[in-house]
């Protein structure tokens, strides 16, 4: 149990200092590992299994909705990435350049994708002729590379892993629509799959993606209150289409401009998962994603039959879910921390005494609950905790949300929130960017999340100027 003990203390208490906290957990659930690459890091097996788990749990989202999946090139020519003025503007500080092809100076400048929505168009603007062609529902798996200054493993990396959503429309209502729909799909995953409800809404004008109309976005609150955008959907109206001569022959035979949409999610849902279910015994998975539901430690292994009865089971039970057998030579109680290390939601024992009393033990990850079942119908009990896991992981967030969330109805009382208080404040807004600049630039931070669909009346007036509210936001600091 000393070895145990040792593999415990090495994280780092979330209360002590939650940015070492999650490089804890990062590395020593052997999620990812530093490259030579500034800014880059190395998904390991564990890591990229959680990711392929949520790829697969999307991508089958998408394409029930009737998106395709296509690949785009990873370069794009410098005069292709200008054509909408907006869209490079806000792209420009992050863009990595390929300027030498082998040995010989390039003639322009290739960008390495911050995002695809340049090399669509230009694809949409040869395969897009009449209304026949609409809708457009594409999908693409990829890497994007931005050059960030500040990197963090899952939530900023030079490079990282997502997918992007672009799509075409016939009208300006289908497009929202869309835009809208692919947000929802967004806010069932969280919760349901990843057990993290979320607050979702619209961008303010200042904080919305470069080039779009509308963007609208999910905002799940971290453990230590600070905000994670987690995902985003963007209506683009026709300003791209027109861009990029991007034109169909319309039912009333003439030349209209399509309607398009883009939206996005990417590993940084791994780190919103870190810093949302973690504790300081390391990981905590949700079972939807976790590539290891169930863990089975065979106790007293040496003792005859017990081997036996543990394969047996896993074969048993893996019919049903993702399981892994650990019959390696380390001692018990060093298998337990390493699956509580790793996140994994349910861990079963079993024993000499257990297999005589045709049982087994099941323990929850969460609330480390230990609860005797029967081998009989013990695929039942596992589903059983598994739900349970989800349920109380969900559970968790929405108490951490709403007793992180406060309420202020003037600047002394946002200020002294900000300070003092961490999490969201609800607060509300004149629509002027002068206030959401004097907010950011007074609480060192303090940023605009969204404005909510379920927006609530606090008062009459701004809480930063006095003038008359439009809108109430939720206002966060932001990873």
Same mark, same amino acid.
């Given at each position: 149990m000393a070895k145990e003990k040792k593999l415990v203390e090495q994280i780092t208490s979330m209360d002590v200092d939650f940015a070492q906290w999650y490089t804890d957990i990062c590395k020593k659930a052997e999620l990812m590992d530093y490259s030579s690459v500034k800014g880059c890091m190395i998904f390991r097996p &564990?890591?990229?299994a959680i990711w392929e788990n949520i790829q697969k749990d999307l991508d089958a989202r998408f394409k029930a909705l009737g998106h395709e999946n296509v690949y785009m090139p990873m370069f794009i020519p410098e005069g292709l990435l200008q054509r909408e003025k907006d869209h490079v503007e806000g792209f420009a500080p992050e863009c990595a350049w390929v300027t030498v092809g082998g040995q010989n100076?390039?003639?322009?400048? $290739?960008?390495?994708?911050?995002?695809?929505?340049? $090399?669509?168009?230009? #694809?949409?603007?040869?395969?897009? #002729?009449? &209304?026949?062609?609409?809708?457009?529902?594409?999908?693409?798996?990829?890497?994007?590379?931005?050059?960030?200054?500040?990197t963090r493993p899952f939530l900023r990396t030079s490079e990282f892993l997502w997918q992007e959503g672009h799509t075409m429309h016939e009208s300006a209502e289908e497009a929202q629509a869309e835009t809208l729909n692919m947000l929802k799909v967004y806010e069932d995953f969280y919760r349901d799959s990843l057990a993290i409800p979320a607050i979702t809404g619209r961008?303010?004008?200042?904080?919305?993606?470069?080039?779009?109309e509308a963007t609208y976005t999910i905002e799940p609150m971290m453990h230590n209150g600070v905000a994670l955008q987690g995902g985003t959907? #963007? &209506?683009?109206?026709?300003?791209?289409?027109?861009?990029?001569?991007i034109t169909?022959?319309?039912?009333?035979?003439?030349?209209?401009?399509? #309607?398009?949409?883009?939206?996005?999610v990417s590993t940084r849902m791994i780190g919103a998962i870190i810093m949302t279910h973690g504790d300081d015994n390391g990981l905590i998975l949700p079972?939807?994603?976790?590539?290891?539901?169930?863990?089975?430690?065979?106790?007293?292994?040496?003792?005859?039959?017990?081997?036996?009865?543990?394969?047996?089971?896993?074969?048993?039970?893996?019919?049903?879910?993702?399981?892994? $057998?650990?019959?390696s030579d380390q001692s018990t109680g060093w298998k337990f921390s390493q699956y509580e290390m790793k996140g994994v939601p349910v861990r079963l024992e079993i024993g000499p005494k257990d297999i005589e009393n045709n049982s087994c033990v099941l323990v929850s990850r969460v609330t480390r609950e230990k609860k005797f079942v029967s081998l009989d119908n013990v695929e039942a009990e596992v589903q059983a905790m598994l739900t349970q896991v989800h349920d109380e992981l969900c559970a968790r967030v929405l108490k951490n949300l709403e007793e992180k969330t406060h309420v202020a109805t003037n600047f002394e009382e946002f200020l002294d929130i900000a300070e003092n208080k961490p999490g969201y404040i609800k607060a509300m807004w004149c629509g002027d960017v002068e206030c959401e600049d004097r907010i950011k630039d007074e609480t060192g931070g303090v940023k605009s999340r969204?404005?909510?669909?379920?927006?609530?009346?606090?008062?009459?007036?701004?809480?930063?100027?006095?003038?008359?509210?439009k809108h109430m936001v939720v206002w966060g600091r932001q990873y």
């Amino acid at each position: 149990m000393a070895k145990e003990k040792k593999l415990v203390e090495q994280i780092t208490s979330m209360d002590v200092d939650f940015a070492q906290w999650y490089t804890d957990i990062c590395k020593k659930a052997e999620l990812m590992d530093y490259s030579s690459v500034k800014g880059c890091m190395i998904f390991r097996p &564990y890591g990229y299994a959680i990711w392929e788990n949520i790829q697969k749990d999307l991508d089958a989202r998408f394409k029930a909705l009737g998106h395709e999946n296509v690949y785009m090139p990873m370069f794009i020519p410098e005069g292709l990435l200008q054509r909408e003025k907006d869209h490079v503007e806000g792209f420009a500080p992050e863009c990595a350049w390929v300027t030498v092809g082998g040995q010989n100076k390039l003639s322009e400048k $290739l960008a390495i994708r911050p995002t695809s929505e340049t $090399l669509f168009c230009e #694809h949409f603007k040869n395969v897009i #002729h009449s &209304y026949r062609d609409l809708p457009k529902l594409y999908n693409q798996w990829c890497s994007v590379v931005r050059w960030e200054k500040t990197t963090r493993p899952f939530l900023r990396t030079s490079e990282f892993l997502w997918q992007e959503g672009h799509t075409m429309h016939e009208s300006a209502e289908e497009a929202q629509a869309e835009t809208l729909n692919m947000l929802k799909v967004y806010e069932d995953f969280y919760r349901d799959s990843l057990a993290i409800p979320a607050i979702t809404g619209r961008k303010t004008e200042k904080e919305k993606f470069a080039g779009a109309e509308a963007t609208y976005t999910i905002e799940p609150m971290m453990h230590n209150g600070v905000a994670l955008q987690g995902g985003t959907s #963007h &209506y683009f109206g026709d300003g791209f289409a027109r861009a990029f001569d991007i034109t169909f022959a319309g039912r009333d035979n003439t030349v209209k401009y399509p #309607h398009q949409t883009s939206w996005g999610v990417s590993t940084r849902m791994i780190g919103a998962i870190i810093m949302t279910h973690g504790d300081d015994n390391g990981l905590i998975l949700p079972p939807a994603i976790a590539p290891i539901q169930l863990a089975i430690i065979p106790v007293a292994q040496h003792k005859e039959g017990v081997l036996e009865k543990a394969d047996e089971l896993k074969r048993r039970l893996a019919k049903s879910f993702r399981v892994k $057998l650990d019959d390696s030579d380390q001692s018990t109680g060093w298998k337990f921390s390493q699956y509580e290390m790793k996140g994994v939601p349910v861990r079963l024992e079993i024993g000499p005494k257990d297999i005589e009393n045709n049982s087994c033990v099941l323990v929850s990850r969460v609330t480390r609950e230990k609860k005797f079942v029967s081998l009989d119908n013990v695929e039942a009990e596992v589903q059983a905790m598994l739900t349970q896991v989800h349920d109380e992981l969900c559970a968790r967030v929405l108490k951490n949300l709403e007793e992180k969330t406060h309420v202020a109805t003037n600047f002394e009382e946002f200020l002294d929130i900000a300070e003092n208080k961490p999490g969201y404040i609800k607060a509300m807004w004149c629509g002027d960017v002068e206030c959401e600049d004097r907010i950011k630039d007074e609480t060192g931070g303090v940023k605009s999340r969204c404005i909510p669909f379920n927006e609530e009346k606090l008062s009459d007036v701004c809480a930063c100027c006095g003038k008359p509210a439009k809108h109430m936001v939720v206002w966060g600091r932001q990873y």
